[in-house]
């Protein structure tokens, strides 16, 4: 089995290297690695025998990494680039945000007069200019990885940005402000 693998893995390979553009490289590499045997699909066997042999997952878990890192060097000869993560935020940190936004929204609602106030009405005043800053200052972001004057382009996550998270701050950031200026009013 294990010389089958490797014959596999030199077959796509060899098949990627003779053509001449990446784009015909890559489709080559993907009809090698997704092609059908007389029996059929070679990895959905290896799958199928990984399930009840631990030696079969090691062997499927070093074809699908060689093959992800070839397709991965075709993909940067193509041009795309490599989205390394900036940082990965733990639960923790994602609990710590997700309970943060779920506090603003609360405060906007105590704001807004949706629900009635549990605090002097000045916390209120100081606390939405705070807070319609905070999310004014995310949507025009540090000018290297966030916001609408970033340097960093070309990612999912500035296409992102720019497309959505960027204009929600901005839009956050000025209907809080628009709700304390209406409730001083």
Known sequence: MGVYVILQKNNV???SIIQAAADERIR????QMFGKTKRGDFMFYLR???LKDDSYRALLDEVEQMRMEFMKELLIQKGMQQTDLLFKP????????????ALAAWFVLQLGGVAPFRF???FYSY???LLSSLFILRSIGDFKWVGFFKRKKGTVFAKWDTVLYSPLCFLLGTAILMIMLLRTA
């Open 90 to 101: 733990s639960k923790i940190g994602t609990s710590i945000v997700a309970f943060l936004l």
């Open 28 to 31: 080559e590499v993907l009809t």
């Open 13 to 15: 390979i060899a098949a």
């Open 120 to 122: 002097f009405h000045s």
């Open 48 to 50: 199928k025998l990984s």
């Open 127 to 129: 606390g939405a200019g």
